[in-house]
């Protein structure tokens, strides 16, 4: 069964073209909630109520989001042919060596390896490591093309603010990533963050593609991401593709349940097969792409013991409710 918390279909609203994550509940509380902060920001009334309108129309969108999920899901699964199904069942052989060996010293409870691979930071935990061989990147993406240009398949978006990418789900890889998560991931998560996160007995993976040109699929590639935290206990980001890549660095801020003012701590480049995780909660994001193409595959971990008490996106108890298809962790 699927879960999500009551509040997708009212928080976290995010308008790209004012950069900001709005909560709309009707027009009137809008009013009451932003009114005063868009004119100190020299927005008109009509702006104003133009925000609101957009806010209507996506607040109306997300309540059918998961219906037509399902629907998608069941096209796509009745009408793709995959390209390369050796993939869609994992194997060892997919993953480097060095961090099967990191995997290993985790499960020992041994924290010298992976602590070698964080980032110079104290203030914030990023580690960064290999995980996949150049095989099966190779294959990787080029089943990301073929389902990305197969005839007659829309696709969904990867999440609320990337335009570009392909879910998992839908490509029907989240089998594989499940062992990935299972066997290979959750180790590493339960030394470096095991004191605050459980088991993360569910995932969202999906791929985003950043385009200089903006012509990636549809037309409306993505150039740059805006501030943002993520909805999972723990993110793995991991660089596919970096073709003649110049800019869109991720970098990473504080806490978003923290007091302190937001503020740069860690600036990273991405290397096609290696891997970031942190924090699903720690803020980010990403500078806009200067030349070349990026994709990544994102995974995010989620763990049902941390978001049943707390809803990661407003923040309260979750009210948890049945869906056919969009799981976002919760367990009732």
Not at 18 to 28: A, E, L, P, V
Not at 103 to 112: A, F, L, N, P, Q
Not at 140 to 146: A, L, Q, T
Not at 212 to 219: A, E, N, S
Request: with cysteine; aromatic share 10%.
């Amino acid at each position: 069964m699927s879960y999500k918390c009551a509040c997708y279909a009212y928080l976290n609203l995010y308008l790209e073209k004012y950069g900001y994550h709005f909560r709309y509940f009707n027009h009137s509380k809008f009013l009451e909630d932003y009114q005063q902060m868009l004119l100190e920001r020299k927005y008109s009334s009509d702006e104003i109520n133009e925000i609101s309108q957009k806010l209507k129309v996506l607040q109306d969108s997300k309540k059918q989001e998961d219906s037509k999920a399902y629907d998608r899901l069941q096209k796509i699964k009745s009408q793709y042919t995959p390209l390369n199904s050796s993939i869609f069942t994992f194997n060892e052989g997919f993953l480097e060596d060095s961090f099967k060996k990191l995997v290993e010293s985790c499960k020992r409870g041994d924290r010298d390896l992976i602590d070698s691979m964080k980032y110079p930071n104290d203030e914030v935990d990023v580690f960064t490591f290999r995980v996949f061989n150049k095989q099966f990147i190779s294959h990787f993406m080029k089943e990301i093309d073929h389902i990305s240009q197969y005839k007659g398949i829309v696709l969904g978006r990867p999440n609320s603010m990337n335009h570009n990418g392909v879910l998992m789900k839908e490509l029907g890889l989240d089998g594989m990533l499940t062992v990935l998560r299972q066997e290979y991931l959750q180790p590493i998560v339960d030394v470096v963050f095991g004191d605050v996160i459980g088991e993360c007995e569910s995932h969202r993976g999906f791929t985003v593609k950043y385009s200089y040109d903006g012509t990636v699929h549809d037309g409306t590639g993505d150039k740059q991401l805006g501030k943002h935290y993520d909805n999972a206990e723990v993110t793995l980001n991991v660089c596919m593709q970096a073709d003649d890549c110049i800019g869109s660095n991720l970098v990473f801020m504080g806490m978003a349940n923290s007091e302190e003012p937001d503020r740069e701590r860690i600036h990273l480049s991405h290397e096609v097969g290696t891997a970031i995780l942190h924090l699903g909660q720690l803020r980010h994001y990403v500078t806009p792409i200067e030349r070349g193409v990026r994709t990544n595959l994102v995974l995010w971990l989620r763990s049902s013991s941390v978001r049943n008490k707390v809803c990661p996106m407003c923040w309260d108890t979750p009210e948890i409710v049945e869906t056919k298809c969009v799981d976002d962790g919760f367990r009732p």
